[in-house]
């Protein structure tokens, strides 16, 4: 890594820091920045309801949004570099569709089949499991399809497929449930940071550690997929362990963050590219600890934003990410060529 | 230093081959390209594979890089047959240079060639400096030191073709095979590309194996052909024995077209002129040219033909003509068919 790229990396990560408290401190109830430095130094808040906001709201969300903002984008990563597709994201091979469709079921298919398929909605715990469970019954059909089909191109085909199916019974649940579930529904798609509690957070943690490490065994494999498939294999790289490892990988990151808080959009899709703007390259060893980076900045910004003072609720996170992230893929495309590297 | 491993005698190649069957497997289906191939490739040595579109030269290729393993028979790399090396083992004997477009633009030229140190590399990829020194030096052998941290999207056609050689060189494997490297060159590049290759052969002891098109450069370069035709197995040698024996002909399927045997240029068969031309050379050579592509011309009788200045002096039964330049010859030629037909 050369100079000026450890300095970009910096740069993020101070970015990263000053953002985070910037991100603690501010919300409905405004912490200042003072007392959230004196209470890191030990110093207890002046009033007990700031400790109250911050520990139980506030630093599990900024961790939340840190292992979301790492596990998107490095999924993102994985599927550009390995489906050599600039729009490929995390959620190409229906992961997202199918963590829709389990919480679909548990919110909805009550009134749409009149009878309670999956445990009690309002539970967070089971909207967790529902989402869990879509999200590896798709994970599982894909496996089945890598197994049968050999080229990548046509398992980016059948992955969309997938999601337009689950998709589409999702539309078929909606369009028979009632007003209240199906808003329930509509609210958990759009995405939420905040109801992960300190319990919850282990899981994810947990789950976020598992996803990573198949990915970091593969940086090498990853750079040699820049040359292609062909080259990849004339190099010594095992094409289809390396399929498994994304597939794995992926499917572990994009599951678990979404069962925990909804499909967030657009992070895994414009991450990388920032990335690659940022630090002009391409080589994974690089990029992985920087995509990883730029991923917590973005989703950081984005989520101080949702919850910027004078406003009594947070907006849902969708809305800020997309709102932010459809420009920046606009103003990308207009200024580079992605021939050049996809 | 040599790799014990990889010593061979003389005698045998170092890539070789009995009675090979190639094609490759879909599903329950066989596609069967080629059979009865034989061969043996050495080392310091440039051979060009050549050959009409569709009749198995990628096949070839596939089964000695072991991506399509042939059906029927073994492709031995040095010492081991190729199906019982692991992949990491197959990298270090054979890197390849493909026509697939690559995806790197944003890679500086030496972050492209460190690419070919994959094989030698622990999981993290991180360089040590017998991996620096080697990335050095297949620069330096392929003078593109100085492009060193360009992107490669800023390169020339020409020069990305030597860096991908470059990344393959890195590789330090003894066998080098390239697909159509000189493809998309223009005509000083593809001399120079395949020089290069022909010194490298040479230089750093390497088993290379080229597909081309380009005749007239494998001609010049390689140290052996091997000629690929749909009806019969690989035929084999230095391109100067096949173009005495013929052999060179089973490139051009048909009866249309040959190989000129003085020249080694593509031509078609025709009959000859009916018509004398007289004068030095090369002007009827160049005339004959102009001639045969405008076969619906009634020729004069005899045509001479003199330099400094050029002019040419053409016998009609009747009457004489003189022209400065074969166009304007031709075009006389064509008035007077034009004529002809009114009257």
């Known amino acids: 890594m050369n100079k000026f790229r450890s300095q970009r990396l910096v740069i993020v ?13 501010l919300g409905s109830v405004q912490i200042p920045l003072k007392s959230l430095l004196e209470r890191i130094a030990g110093n207890p808040f002046p009033h007990s309801s700031w400790e ?6 506030r630093l599990p969300k900024s961790l939340t949004v840190l292992l979301a903002g790492i596990g998107l984008s490095l999924s993102g990563l994985q599927m550009q570099t390995f489906f050599r597709n600039p729009l490929a994201g995390p959620y190409v091979l229906g992961i997202s569709s199918g963590a829709g469709l389990g919480v679909a079921l548990l919110t909805m298919a009550g009134t749409a089949f009149g009878i309670q398929v999956l445990g009690n909605p309002g539970n967070s715990w089971s909207l967790v499991g529902a989402a869990s469970a879509g999200a590896m019954g798709v994970l599982i059909l894909m496996g089945l399809a890598a197994w049968k089909v050999k080229d990548s191109m046509t398992l980016l085909i059948v992955g969309l497929m997938f999601g337009s199916a689950t998709s589409s019974v999702i539309t078929l649940l909606a369009y028979f449930s009632a007003a209240e579930e199906l808003k329930l529904f509509t609210i958990w798609s759009m995405g939420n940071l905040g109801n992960t509690g300190w319990e919850d957070l282990g899981y994810l943690a947990g789950a976020v550690v598992l996803g990573l490490i198949p990915a970091l065994f593969a940086i090498k494999s990853y750079n040699a997929m820049l040359l292609g498939e062909t080259y990849a294999m004339s190099m010594g790289i095992n094409f289809q362990k390396l399929r498994w490892t ?22 895994g899709i414009a991450v990388p590219h920032l990335a690659r703007l940022l630090f002009r390259t391409q080589s994974h060893s690089i990029l992985f600890p920087a995509t990883a980076g730029v991923g917590v900045l973005i989703l950081l910004a984005c989520d101080t934003i949702s919850q910027l003072p004078g406003m009594a609720t947070s907006l849902p996170i969708n809305a800020v990410t997309t709102a932010f992230g459809a420009p920046l893929i606009i103003w990308m495309i207009m200024k580079r060529s992605f021939s050049e590297e996809f | 230093m040599e790799n014990p491993e990889n010593r061979q ?47 198995g030269k990628s096949t070839l290729l596939k089964a000695i890089m072991h991506q399509h393993p042939p059906l029927k028979g073994e492709v031995w790399l040095g010492n081991s047959p190729a199906s019982h090396l692991s992949e990491k083992e197959r990298a270090k004997r054979v890197a390849v240079v493909l026509t697939e477009k690559i995806a790197t633009g944003l890679l500086t030229v030496r972050d492209l060639v460190a690419l070919g140190r994959i094989p030698h590399t622990g999981w993290w990829g991180q360089l040590n400096p017998v991996d620096q020194a080697k990335i050095n030096e297949v620069m330096e052998l392929t003078s593109i030191s100085q492009l060193a941290h360009k992107n490669v999207s800023a390169l020339s056609d020409g020069q990305r073709q030597t860096a991908l050689i470059a990344r393959a060189l890195a590789q330090d494997s003894p066998i080098m095979v390239l697909d159509e490297p000189t493809a998309h060159l223009d005509l000083s590049n593809r001399f120079e590309i395949m020089y290069l290759l022909r010194d490298l052969a040479r230089k750093a002891s390497k088993a290379i194996l080229v597909v081309t098109h380009d005749l007239e450069v494998a001609l010049e370069t390689a140290d052996k052909l091997w000629l690929m035709d749909a009806r019969q197995p690989l035929l084999t040698g230095s391109p100067e024995d096949l173009m005495i024996s013929g052999g060179i002909q089973r490139l051009l399927p048909g009866k249309k077209w040959r190989v000129d045997a003085v020249t080694g240029k593509i031509i078609r ?19 004959k040219n102009a001639l045969r592509k405008n076969p619906e011309l009634n020729l004069p009788d005899t045509i001479f033909l003199s330099e400094n200045p050029f002019s040419i002096k053409a016998t009609f039964s009747q009457n004489q003509h003189r022209f400065d330049s074969i166009s304007e010859m031709i075009r006389f030629l064509q008035e007077r068919l034009k004529q002809k037909i009114s009257f």
Not at chain 2, 34 to 50: D, N, Q, Y
Request: net charge neutral; with cysteine; glycine share 10%.
């Open chain 1, 52 to 57: 109250i906001i911050l520990m139980e709201y």
């Open chain 1, 13 to 25: 990560l101070l970015l990263c820091g000053i953002l985070w408290l910037v991100n603690l401190s």
């Open chain 2, 269 to 287: 068969n025709t009959a000859p002129l009916p018509c004398k031309i007289e004068g030095p050379e090369p002007l009827v050579s160049w005339v």
């Open chain 1, 246 to 267: 994304m597939i794995l990988s992926t499917g572990i990151l994009t599951g678990s963050i979404t069962a925990f808080c909804g499909p967030i959009a657009f992070i």
């Open chain 2, 9 to 55: 005698s003389d005698k045998e190649g170092f890539v070789r081959a009995n009675d090979l069957e190639l094609g490759y497997r879909s599903g329950a289906k066989t596609h069967r390209v080629a059979s009865g191939v034989s061969f043996s490739l050495f080392r310091k040595e440039l051979t060009c594979l050549m050959g009409p579109n569709g009749v």
